[in-house]
C-alpha cells in the first residue's frame, strides 16, 4: 500500500491566489514527521515545512502552511498568495518512528504534485 | 563551502561498467542518504547510513553498493551498470531525531544525473 498519495499529478493557480496541494499518507505509528519539500526546474530540493504528529498547532513558515488533519491522516500544504517563482513539483513525506533506535529513519515521499502559477 | 555535495553533476555510461557517485556534506551529520528520482515514482531510497561503518539497505538497492569510512562521505558505486538504473541521484543527510518527538529534516545534494546507454 502507498504510504504517502498524492492525488493531484498538476495544479493550475493565477497569481496571488492561495492553493492546496493534497497529501494522504498511512502509518500505524503513533510518531511520525510529516514535510514538503519542492523541487523547482533546476532540480534541487527544497525543505519547505515539517509536521510533528504530536504538534497541537497546524506548522506555518511565511506563505506555506500546513494543514493537518490526523484523524483523517491527510497533512495538506497551503501557498497563500502564489508567486510565479513558487511553479515546481512540490513532494510529501514522512518519516515514522518505530523504527529501531540507531538505524536511519528513511523518507517515504509521494509521487509529487506539479504545480503552475500563471500570471 | 558548507554543504552538501554531490560529483559528478551529469554522467553517461554504457551497460556493464562500473560508476561511482560521490557525495560529499560539510555538517558532520550523523545520517546520509542515497535517494532515486524516476518519472511517476517520487525519490525512493536505495540505502542509508546511520555513522561511519554502518549501512543499511533502503526500497530499492539492488544492484547498488554503498561505504562509509569517513562521517561526511557516503559514495554509491554502481557495480555493473544497467539501462533500468538511468535516474536522477539524490544524496541527503541529516541530524539524529530526538526519539520519537522530533523528525529532522533531510538536506539534499543537487543531484547526479546518470544515464546508462
Known amino acids: 500500500a502507498q504510504k504517502i498519495t498524492q492525488t493531484q499529478p498538476g495544479m493550475f493557480v493565477q497569481e496571488k491566489e492561495a492553493v492546496t496541494l493534497d497529501c494522504t499518507y498511512d502509518t500505524s505509528d503513533q510518531s511520525y514527521g510529516l514535510f514538503w519539500y519542492k523541487q523547482p526546474s533546476s532540480g534541487e530540493m527544497i525543505f519547505l515545512i515539517y509536521q510533528g504528529s504530536y504538534d497541537e498547532q497546524n506548522a506555518t513558515e511565511g506563505r506555506y502552511s500546513l494543514n493537518f488533519q490526523k484523524a483523517r491522516k491527510s497533512a495538506n500544504l497551503v501557498i497563500s498568495a502564489s508567486q510565479l517563482g513558487d511553479s515546481a513539483m512540490y513532494f510529501c513525506a514522512m518519516r515514522e518512528g518505530k523504527e529501531a533506535s540507531g538505524s536511519a529513519r528513511q523518507l517515504t515521499f509521494g509521487s509529487g504534485t506539479q504545480l503552475t502559477v500563471l500570471p | 563551502d558548507a554543504g552538501i555535495t554531490q560529483s559528478p553533476r551529469y554522467k553517461i555510461t554504457e551497460t556493464g561498467r562500473q560508476v561511482t557517485l560521490m557525495c560529499h556534506q560539510t555538517w558532520s551529520h550523523s545520517y546520509m542518504f542515497w535517494y532515486r528520482q524516476d518519472l511517476g515514482h517520487g525519490l525512493r531510497l536505495i540505502y542509508y547510513?546511520?555513522?561511519?561503518?554502518?549501512?543499511d539497505k533502503g526500497e530499492v538497492p539492488d544492484g547498488y553498493v554503498v561505504s562509509r569510512s569517513k562521517t561526511e562521505n557516503f559514495p554509491l558505486t554502481l557495480e555493473s551498470a544497467t539501462r533500468s538504473q538511468t535516474s536522477v541521484y539524490f544524496c541527503?543527510?541529516?541530524?539524529?531525531?530526538?526519539?520519537?518527538?522530533?523528525?529532522?529534516?533531510?538536506?539534499f545534494g543537487p543531484g547526479t544525473r546518470l544515464t546508462v546507454l
Open positions: 547510513s546511520a555513522a561511519a561503518d554502518i549501512t
Open positions: 541527503a543527510s541529516s541530524e539524529p531525531d530526538l526519539p520519537l518527538l522530533f523528525y529532522n529534516e533531510q538536506f
